[in-house]
């Protein structure tokens, strides 16, 4: 079955450190996958794009990797702060313009 | 402007009724979609419409349909409420080419009792 699953549900970190999320996914090929920002009470917000033939990007103080051997993105944050502290989701997109989401990861920056 | 809205924002039912919740894009976009938060905050994709083609996702049941008026709504009805439709809905909107992003509406948070 297709799955798409991210490290674990909460994640807490210490302000300033390096928050690291992952994304792994079984039995799709995606076109390339995405990173969305979503706040309590409100919709998703898209944050980074990363393409299948590309292993890395960068926008401010995010950095995405994609290793489609590994089937499996990570996604920093760099000298995280309490404004942070969000859900973070992935998301695949495949042919056919299908949009799977992965399960979350409740991030918690500790100031 | 709002780029993607949905209403209502809340809504609570009983079980048996049947409702709808509006969704509009002022993007230009030539594909919609429908999703389903659950309490878990999984968001599980419902449908797809792009240029009156519906994609639906085996799993969801026959009592929700899209409408789509236009390219610029894609509107969710629902029959006869269950308990275990509560949750929250989103409707997204995305340029038709596949490196592009979603774009979310608010959310419909529906309470069936």
């Known amino acids: 079955s297709q799955k798409i699953e991210q490290n674990s549900e909460a994640l807490n970190i210490q302000e300033g450190k390096t928050a690291t999320l992952t994304c792994n996914y079984t039995?799709?090929?995606?076109?390339?996958l995405q990173w969305y920002r979503q706040d309590p009470g409100r919709g998703p917000v898209f944050l980074l794009l990363?393409?299948?033939?590309?292993k890395e990007k960068r926008k401010e103080r995010l950095k995405v990797t994609f290793d489609t051997t590994l089937k499996q993105s990570l996604f920093h944050i760099t000298a995280s702060q309490p404004a942070d502290s969000a859900t973070y989701l992935c998301a695949l997109v495949v042919t056919g313009n299908q949009f799977y989401f992965g399960t979350g990861t409740s991030l918690t920056v500790i100031p | 402007d709002t780029a993607v809205s949905q209403t209502p924002k809340y809504l609570v039912t009983q079980m048996g009724n049947d409702k709808s919740i509006k969704c509009e894009q002022n993007l230009g976009h030539d594909t919609m979609y429908w999703y389903k938060q659950d309490s878990k905050k999984f968001l599980k994709i419902m449908f797809s419409?792009?240029?009156?083609?519906?994609?639906i996702n085996e799993t969801v049941p026959n009592r929700f349909s899209p409408k789509s008026p236009d390219k610029a709504h894609l509107n969710l009805h629902i029959n006869s409420l269950e308990l275990g439709d509560s949750a929250v809905y989103f409707c997204?909107?995305?340029?038709?080419?596949?490196?592009?992003?979603?774009?979310f509406g608010q959310g419909t948070r529906l309470t069936v009792v």
């Open positions: 997204a909107s995305r340029e038709g080419q596949t490196n592009t992003e979603a774009f």
């Open positions: 419409y792009n240029n009156k083609e519906l994609i």
């Open positions: 039995n799709y090929s995606p076109a390339y």
């Open positions: 990363i393409r299948e033939n590309e």
